[in-house]
């Protein structure tokens, strides 16, 4: 399994309820993550951390969704086995990696240099020192 890694930072902290709740600048886009942990500050220089199972893709994205880390990205390179398609993904010349079902990628049909969207739920991006 794939770790995706970006480096941001921290812009604003929240806490509520136990869980704190991070906005993180990389490269100019926002991302979000919770925590049941902080040992940041507002600007602090940040490391993001997510598994490519966590990543989705989308062609387009519906304005009603509950996803906020939504963003543009170009496939460099799908990987095909039997059952699962690795996706490389370029973002901000970063290489990004996502692995879906055979069935998606044929609902998809997604090819290399097409312009997607990679979607990670705030819950599974791990946030630790830059």
Not at 65 to 85: C, G, P, T, W
């Amino acid at each position: 399994m794939m770790i995706n890694e970006l480096e941001g930072i921290l812009q604003d902290i929240r806490y509520a309820n136990g869980v704190y709740f991070f906005e993180i600048n990389v490269d100019g886009d926002i991302f979000f993550a919770l925590q049941l942990h902080n040992g940041y500050k507002t600007g602090s220089n940040v490391k993001l951390r997510f598994r490519e199972g966590d990543i989705s893709i989308a062609k387009e994205i519906c304005p009603e969704i509950s996803i906020s880390n939504i963003h543009k990205a170009i496939v460099k390179n799908i990987e095909n086995d039997s059952l699962l398609a690795r996706f490389e993904l370029s973002y901000k010349e970063k290489s990004l990696y996502s692995l879906i079902t055979q069935r998606s990628l044929r609902k998809l049909n997604i090819k290399i240099n097409d312009g997607v969207y990679f979607l990670v739920k705030a819950l599974s991006v791990e946030v630790f020192c830059g």
